[in-house]
């Protein structure tokens, strides 16, 4: 696993969106996780439970749409379909998987 910076991670995905059709029902979608910082919360929550797993169909990655939603799953598998963009927690980083 190779660590990378959100703008690194967004500007993949975005290149990918490009070339790709990006929608939900997509075959050609690529994944990635967004790990958060600890910090973010009063409780100590692992690795696992601060990373959420999103995909290149969210709105966020595709240009030119009027919305900017980023929905993702949480690796523990507790918070499905999580609105992360509504959140205002710090990135640690991101990785491809």
């Known amino acids: 696993m190779e660590k990378i910076s ?25 994944t990635g996780v967004i790990v958060y910082k600890s ?11 601060r990373s959420y797993r999103v995909s290149s169909w969210n709105r966020c990655f595709q240009r ?8 993702g799953d949480c690796l523990d598998g507790k918070d499905i379909g999580v609105r992360l963009d509504l959140y205002k927690w710090k990135i640690d980083y991101c990785y491809f998987d």
């Open 64 to 71: 030119g749409k009027i919305a900017h939603s980023m929905f």
């Open 39 to 49: 910090e973010n919360w009063d409780v100590p929550y692992t690795e696992e439970q």
């Open 6 to 30: 959100y703008s690194k991670f967004c500007k993949k995905m975005w290149e990918h969106g490009r070339t790709h059709n990006n929608n939900e029902d997509s075959q050609d979608a690529i």
